[in-house]
């Protein structure tokens, strides 16, 4: 959707419009849950944050800058949202998460078929790496890979310059890369061709800022 487009959507939320209302949530629901839940590892608490974020942002409409995108203002306040709640009540502790493949690989064995079961431990193991880079470095991994934003998009977001933005991914990259190979590679292996690790794991160790993706 055009930014125009998206605009025009976001003008007749502010009057009431439901049916815009609803448009903006289903464009948007299913990337700041995506979002979220990379950065906690907790799906419960992204769904709370998605809800919580939607809420302030549809009662805060008449209050929107149409100079700025509304997919930036909306991802802003929803880790404005996790920020506080993580103040609240602190999510699960990335070195709780990093076993989190494991634990579950019993389970898996014996309800998965082998391609599912290892597509399933790729997603742990992926989700578990990303809980041990700093918060910094899956932020931009998160927005840069799985969401595909530009780096310029990043830097507003994160309110950093774009070189800085850079060299969290390009550490974050590395860090990644190391974990997935040692976690992974006790489960699967990783030159598998059929999709054992996701699209988002190829992406995010492979690609340099800037480049395109695939």
Not at 65 to 93: D, G, Y
Not at 167 to 176: A, D, I, V
């Amino acid at each position: 959707m055009l930014k125009d487009q998206e605009l025009q959507l976001v003008r007749r939320a502010a009057r009431g419009d439901l049916s815009a209302a609803e448009s903006l949530i289903r464009r948007h629901q299913a990337g700041v849950h995506a979002y979220i839940y990379r950065m906690c590892g907790r799906w419960d608490v992204a769904e709370d944050v998605t809800q919580e974020a939607f809420l302030r942002v549809l009662s805060s409409l008449h209050n929107f800058n149409e100079s700025f995108r509304f997919s930036t203002w909306l991802f802003t306040i929803a880790r404005r949202v996790w920020l506080n709640m993580c103040e609240k009540k602190r999510p699960a502790a990335a070195g709780d998460a990093s076993d989190v493949w494991a634990a579950r690989r019993d389970d898996l064995a014996g309800s998965m078929s082998r391609d599912d079961e290892q597509r399933g431990m790729a997603r742990d193991a992926l989700q578990s790496a990303l809980l041990l880079l700093s918060a910094e470095q899956r932020e931009a991994i998160v927005l840069f890979h799985q969401l595909e934003w530009p780096i310029r998009l990043i830097s507003e977001h994160m309110d950093l310059p774009d070189g800085t933005v850079k060299s969290h991914l390009h550490r974050g990259r590395q860090r990644l890369r190391s974990e997935l190979v040692r976690g992974v590679g006790e489960v699967i292996a990783i030159e598998e061709p059929a999709g054992a690790i996701p699209l988002f794991a190829r992406r995010a160790v492979a690609l340099s800022p800037g480049e395109p993706t695939p």
